[in-house]
């Protein structure tokens, strides 16, 4: 592949020029600017742009070394048709209250977070049992927490008796999710 057109080479470069357009944009609201609606949508879309390809480093990732493609393709799909919703709420004069949008657009959200949170876990290469355990309990929970964030959404409830078990989950998550990297770096040292 030519080195010009690798994935995660472009999204680099749109985080990079995406945060430049925010930081002189910014820069230019603070200084001379009126904080006028025009330059606060620049200034969220630059914001969004930075996320968006933030976001989708761990799909074309795996796009790239041709590795869980159906996953990672999904996982573009859903980051772009997030990032797509965001700049129509940023840029339109268009009413988005009706709920189906609002839970359409966070369904996406949480799909499109949760699939690169997973392929980004997915991304060291680990043999050792322990770390493929860690991985794989740490790949369950992040489904468990998408799962049940999104039937809270859909169903318009909240089961209270499910409070305990769905936050020790989103802890389980969250550790696993930070510490796993750091635990496949510490056994390379070995």
Known sequence: MKRSRNPTRIAFAGIVCSLVVSAIVGIFVILVGDFDETEIKILFTSGS???????????????????????????????????????????????????LFWKTVVTDGI?????????????????QPLLVMSRWVTTVAISAVAVFMMYVIWANEFPEQAIRIFASVVVLDALGTMAFPIIVRLSKNK
């Open 111 to 127: 799909l499109a977070f949760s699939i690169n949170q997973m392929l980004a876990l997915l991304m060291a290469r680990v043999e």
């Open 49 to 99: 742009l930075a996320g968006l390809s933030i976001l989708l480093l761990p799909s074309l990732f795996h796009l790239e070394r041709n590795q869980y493609m159906i996953v990672a393709r999904l996982g573009v799909l859903t980051a772009i048709g997030g990032g797509a919703a965001i700049q129509l709420v940023i840029w339109s004069e268009g009413n988005f209250g009706g709920e």
